[in-house]
Every structure is written in C-alpha cells, then in structure tokens.
C-alpha cells in the first residue's frame, strides 16, 4: 500500500499519467480506486459544496496561489474538479523542482567554499531552503567566518546568507 501511495504521488509530482501504475497494478485505498484521489481532495477542500474551489478554499494549501492562477483556464476565479486535477499536479512539480533547485543550491555553495584557498570549508556545512542559505559548523577563526559568508553570498541564487558557524 505505501508502494502504490507512493507511486501515485510521484505521478502527481511528474504530472503524467504514463508514469502513474495502471489499474491492474493499483491497490485501492480503503476501497476506493486510486483515480479518486484528485475528486477526494476536492470535495475536502469544497467547503461550500458549489462544485468549484475558489483561493479562500485552496489558500489552506501552501505556495498553491501561482498553480490556481495558471490552471483557472476561463480566468472566473473558480477551478472546476478538472481545473484543479491541473492544478494539483503544476503545483507538485513546483514543489519538487524548488526542492531540487534548492539541492542544485547548497551543491554550489560547497563547490564554492571548497574553492576557496584558505578555507577548511569541510567543517562548514550548508543547507538551503527556498534560497536562503545556512552555514553551520566549525571555522578556524574570524577571518575564515567573513570568508565563508562573502564567498556563499557571491553564488548565483543565493538570496539570504545565515550564519551558524563557530569558532574553534
């Protein structure tokens, strides 16, 4: 079950059915086929009960404001259970690929602090999140501090340097 639950979310991520498990292979969730998912969570989030979702009903959804606009195809302010099948699934890619740009970030920023002469860049370590990065970890001295936040700040994408560091 946590296989097909699986799956079925990394479909969604992906958006395409060609990569979703076919009936044949899918277990249904407490009865129910796994094609439901989409009209569940729409009759969850359809407070009202009027068949369409509007922003207030979504806004419950983190980040989803940008995929309501984009899949509102007729601009009413509404998405049908079809708008918001679209919807859904532009709004997982967006989440997984801010996840993978944030990834693609913090290996950067390694690269280059590694880079850097003169930096024992091995003790720092770096996260990222939504392009603000963290650094955390053991430096010699003050000046490798300064340097270690001036060369994560100088990389393409970085918005926000945090620093967490420590010196031995």
Same mark, same amino acid.
């Given at each position: 079950?946590?296989?097909?639950? @699986?799956? *079925? ?7 395409? #059915? #060609?990569?979703?498990? @076919?009936? @044949? ?9 796994? $094609? =439901? ?24 959804? !983190? ?11 007729? !601009? ?14 532009? &709004?997982? =890619?967006?989440? #997984?690929?801010? +996840?993978?740009?944030?990834? #693609? ?18 003790? *720092?370590?770096?996260?990222? +999140?939504?392009? =603000? ?16 936040? !001036?060369?994560?700040?100088?990389? &393409?994408? *970085?918005? $926000? *340097? ?7």
């Amino acid at each position: 079950m946590k296989l097909h639950q @699986s799956l *079925v979310a990394i479909a969604t991520i992906v958006g395409g #059915a #060609a990569f979703a498990p @076919s009936a @044949s292979h899918a277990q249904p969730r407490d009865d129910r086929p796994a $094609d =439901r998912y989409p009209t569940e969570k729409f009759q969850k989030l359809d407070v009202n009960g009027d068949g369409f979702l509007t922003k207030s009903e979504t806004s419950q959804i !983190r980040d989803f404001a940008p995929a309501f606009d984009k899949a509102d195809k007729n !601009r009413d302010g509404k998405l049908t259970l079809e708008e918001f099948t679209d919807a859904d699934a532009i &709004h997982g =890619r967006t989440v #997984a690929f801010k +996840y993978i740009d944030d990834s #693609a970030l913090t290996a950067k920023v390694k690269a280059a602090l590694l880079g850097e002469p003169g930096l024992k860049s091995t003790d *720092v370590s770096v996260e990222t +999140y939504k392009g =603000r990065v963290l650094l955390s970890g053991f430096v010699e001295d003050e000046n490798q501090r300064k340097t270690a936040l !001036r060369v994560a700040s100088k990389v &393409h994408g *970085v918005h $926000d *340097v945090k620093d967490g560091m420590s010196v031995k």
